[in-house]
């Protein structure tokens, strides 16, 4: 059995799949190693992902995921997984390249992830040629959950929301300043915090002033993740994660401005990391 997984820094979507190709879905938090260090992550695998699997009848492991690039942190990664899942090998790569295997092109084009956290490279088939520089989302993540979080408690904080978003805002979440200060400078996960907003203000997309700062959030993400890449405006650009599936009509009025077409969006690699895996099975 092989255990495939796509990890972001808010949830982890398994899927476990047998000798009769039968997959079994598990989704658990994120497990990104720039916030969890190896103790917590085996906690979440055992509190989450043991109670619906056998580790033990599981003899590879395919990992990707965000925070996985530094080989410090793949290594964290892939020293818990190997005590979960004694029987198997662990493959542990970025969340990038699952994402180019979901894809598994033979051409070139631009492969953006836009889900709490952000990210993007441009590929030719299955390699990646260029990665833009990933800061996380203190000094980077444009366009991300993380980032409009930021960008609406900014303006709430500072008074320039309009008033019935104000009203609207305050009627539906338990908010004041103190606690929403506690939770991004005290708390743990800031950028889970941030982006937790985020279906809400979906909810209050066709309110212009809504409209506007997603629609200013994709304009900062295309300048930092996809204008960067040579002839980015004739590459087709695919997508996943939650924030480009839920917010994909401002973001395909964005990608209109910069005269880019946009192949494909997806909630998750999930699926295509599956049929990538099991192509040659």
């Known amino acids: 059995m092989i255990a495939i997984a796509d990890s972001g820094s808010t949830k ?17 938090t994120g497990l990104n190693p720039y916030f969890l260090n190896e103790n917590s992550i085996l906690e979440v695998l055992e509190k989450d992902l043991l109670p ?23 290594l964290l990664i892939s020293n818990v997984l190997s005590t979960f899942f004694i029987n198997a090998v662990c493959d542990v790569s970025t969340d990038i390249i699952g994402v180019l295997n979901a894809i598994d092109s033979k ?7 836009l889900g709490t956290g952000a990210n993007s490279c441009k590929f030719s088939g299955n390699q990646l040629i260029q990665q833009a520089p990933s800061l ?24 320039k929301l309009p008033e019935p978003i104000k009203l609207s805002f305050e009627q539906k979440n338990c908010v004041s300043r103190e606690i929403l200060l506690d939770n991004i400078y005290r708390r743990s996960f800031p950028n889970r ?22 629609k200013e959030s994709f304009y900062a993400f ?3 993740y996809i204008s960067i890449y ?8 695919y997508f996943t994660g939650s924030i480009a599936y839920y917010f994909s009509e401002q973001l395909q009025f964005v990608a209109h401005q910069h005269q880019i077409q946009i192949k494909e969006i997806t909630l998750s690699p999930i699926e295509g990391l599956i049929r990538f895996h099991l192509k040659d099975r």
């Not at 982890?12 to 658990?28: C, E």
């Not at 915090?193 to 997603?214: E, H, K, R, T, V």
Request: with cysteine; net charge neutral; hydrophobic share 40%.
């Open 12 to 28: 982890t979507d398994w899927a476990i799949i047998d000798l009769n190709r039968t997959n079994k879905r598990v989704q658990t």
């Open 52 to 74: 619906f699997i056998d580790p033990k009848s599981i003899n590879k492991v395919f990992f990707y995921g965000a925070g996985c690039g530094a080989q410090e942190k793949s």
């Open 107 to 113: 051409h070139e084009g631009i492969a953006a992830i």
């Open 136 to 159: 996380g989302y203190i000094l980077g993540d444009e366009g991300s959950g993380a980032f409009i979080g930021k960008m609406f408690i900014k303006a709430y904080l500072s008074g």
């Open 193 to 214: 915090y941030l982006a937790s907003f985020c279906p809400w203000i979906a909810s209050q997309a066709g309110n212009s002033f809504i409209d506007n700062l997603i």
């Open 222 to 224: 295309f300048k930092e």
């Open 230 to 237: 040579d002839g980015f405006s004739s590459l087709p650009l």
